[in-house]
């Protein structure tokens, strides 16, 4: 199966409230990273369900979510590339039997190559290839909460149509808008553009300049310019061929004469003769053509005038548009064309202010209907929301989404969309971003990471339970295991809590071999992960851990199968 072939396979499930049936397509099967950071050579076998990675602090557990995040199309840093080391080698395998493959490679040079399924492809699309498979939320992703682009986003996702069909509509009004203005702030310059391309245009045809003229009307300039040599040449030769006392035409006659009497007798003779005739002939009838010249030929001022004129306005004609007259129809051609579309410019003005209206009206109505839209989603979002806030240690917390109308339309909408919040009984709601603490934003990201960031079949958290401990730890536990009952759930955690509650329990080590730091990822037996959780929990393995972390592991173990989930470890 090809490449794009395979990629119509797993689309994307459209967003819900809460989670919902896996999105269709592969899981993530398999992991191998090379020379990234610390790890050196690392094959890793993943599962479904829930995988908790865990280990000590500073052994490289964040690593893991790093090189899926390259094949997500995160920046490729050069700093990830192991030191002594060329470059690093990222590939993620997904599915069985029918395997699917992205690779990413970067180099110390700042290179890098994009694979999908061993095609070279570039990064965005590998990117957009992963982004329907994968999803990872990372350490501080709880940040992006404070701006309100992000907060109206997570609304927005709900009503995809609307939003598509309010951009749109605001596009089309903003380019009308962008148009009509450009037409009024150049009406100055295309008044003052239009009347020089007019008097050029009208100077051209005036003239009517035709291609090749200015050569015959050179010759007849010359002639023009000679008519007394003229006539004077054709004068002389006048009195030599017949005005003369002795000319050519008085001569050959003679000659004639003289032929007579021998053209009796010989026929050489009379042939001479006749040609002799002929001759005659041809001599009269130039005498005739040189009579009209000499007659003719007298000065004209105004024919001599009228064509050194037109000669001169051909060349200013040249000077200007030129150099040749070919070149000067061209550019009335040209500014015949400009000249159509300033004019199409002057009746666009007219008529595009009443276009701008009606697009914004248009905008307006599009507007309209996101806010509906908005508005009748936020209150059962909202409350998916808290109610998952409530269970992860905020009993009290409360939330909504206000839609705040804008003075006016602008490109998200009519309409500005907030979140407020309390965590507090009694207290009044508040924007987000003023009143949430640290560790209250982290839980809410999570609520709204289970609830709204689960589109894809796998879902990568980068210790986004900082902050929380307690019954809060567990709670967040809770919510993990629920959400990967239906997707596969990666979890990098310092909690034991959370990491009791997974299905399948990775531990990163950090060793020195041969005189440098390496990190490994393995997936721990049912003993060693007994100790991680005791020493997760008390910094050792003394006995009193170790029975802490089997209440614990026993407790998380219930909570699956009540879940529908899955127990133990494999």
């Known amino acids: 199966m090809t490449r794009k072939a395979r990629a119509t396979t797993a689309p994307t499930a459209p967003p819900s409230p809460a989670p919902g049936p896996a999105p269709a397509g592969p899981l993530l099967s398999r992991l191998e990273v090379r020379n990234l950071a610390t790890i050196r050579d690392l094959t890793l076998e993943l599962r479904g369900g829930f ?24 920046r490729a840093n050069t700093d990830l590339i192991r030191t002594g080391e060329d470059g690093l080698l990222v590939t993620g395998f997904w599915g069985g039997e029918d395997e699917y493959s992205a690779s990413r ?70 380019e009308a808008r962008a148009r009509l203005e450009h037409l009024r702030a150049g ?21 009517a300049p035709q291609p090749g003229e200015e050569e015959p009307l050179g010759n007849e300039l010359t002639r023009l310019s000679n008519l007394e040599t003229i006539a004077q040449g054709a004068a002389g030769a006048l009195d030599l061929l017949s005005d003369g006392e002795t000319n050519a035409v008085g001569l050959i006659a003679e000659a004639l004469r003289a032929l ?53 306005a051909l060349g200013k004609l040249r000077a200007k548009y030129g150099p040749t ?36 009206g248009e905008a307006v109505r599009a507007g309209q209907e996101l806010d509906e839209a908005r508005r009748h989603l936020a209150g059962p979002l909202a409350a998916g929301l808290v109610a998952v806030i409530r269970e992860l240690g905020m009993p009290h917390a409360r939330l909504e989404f206000r839609v ?68 809060a ?36 080590e950090k060793q020195v071999e041969d005189g440098r730091t ?9 003993d060693e992960r007994l100790e991680e959780i005791a020493r997760m929990l008390s910094g050792n393995t003394s006995e009193a851990a170790l029975s802490h972390a089997r209440e614990l592991l026993s407790r998380g173990r219930g909570r699956g199968a009540a879940n529908g989930g899955r127990v133990g470890v494999s």
């Open 51 to 74: 995988s908790a990675f865990t280990g000590e602090t500073g052994a490289g557990k964040s690593i893991i979510v790093d090189a899926l995040g390259l094949l997500l199309g995160s």
């Open 260 to 312: 007579n009497a021998g053209a009796k007798y010989d026929e050489t003779s009379a042939q001479l003769q006749r040609d002799l005739r002929d001759a005659l002939d041809a001599v009269q009838a130039v005498v005739g053509e040189l009579r009209d010249v000499a007659e003719d030929s007298a000065p004209d001022p105004e024919e001599l005038a009228r064509v050194e004129g037109r000669l001169t």
């Open 187 to 207: 009406e100055r310059e295309r008044a003052r553009q239009l009347d020089l391309l007019t008097f050029q245009v009208r100077e051209i045809e005036g003239l």
């Open 404 to 471: 705040t109308p804008l003075p006016h339309p602008g490109p998200s909408g009519l309409s500005d969309v907030t979140l407020h919040f309390t965590a507090n009984p009694g207290e009044d709601l508040g924007p987000l971003a003023d009143v949430a603490s640290g560790g209250e934003l982290s839980r809410v990201m999570l609520a709204i990471s289970t609830v709204l960031g689960a589109e894809t079949p796998a879902v990568v958290f980068d210790e986004v339970d900082a902050g929380i401990g307690g019954a």
């Open 473 to 508: 730890a567990l709670a967040v536990a809770d919510q993990l295991g629920r959400l990967a009952s239906e997707r596969q759930v990666l979890v990098v955690t310092h909690l034991a809590q959370i990491a009791a509650r997974a299905d399948h329990h990775y531990k990163v």
């Open 518 to 526: 390496v990190s490994r990822v393995r997936l721990l037996g049912e």
């Open 105 to 174: 490679r970067v180099t110390t040079q700042g290179r890098g190559t994009a694979r999908l399924d061993g095609e070279v492809v570039s990064v965005r699309e590998l990117q957009e290839w992963a982004a329907t498979r994968l999803t990872i939320h990372w350490q501080h992703s709880a940040v992006s909460l404070l701006t309100p682009a992000n907060q109206r986003a997570l609304l927005d996702r709900q009503v995809g149509a609307e939003v598509a069909a309010y951009t749109a509509a605001y596009r089309a009004w903003g």
């Open 325 to 360: 007259l070919e070149d000067v129809l061209a550019f009335h051609t040209s500014a015949e064309a400009e000249l159509a579309e300033l004019d199409r410019d002057e009746r666009d003005a007219g008529t595009l202010e009443a276009e701008v209206g009606r697009l914004e």
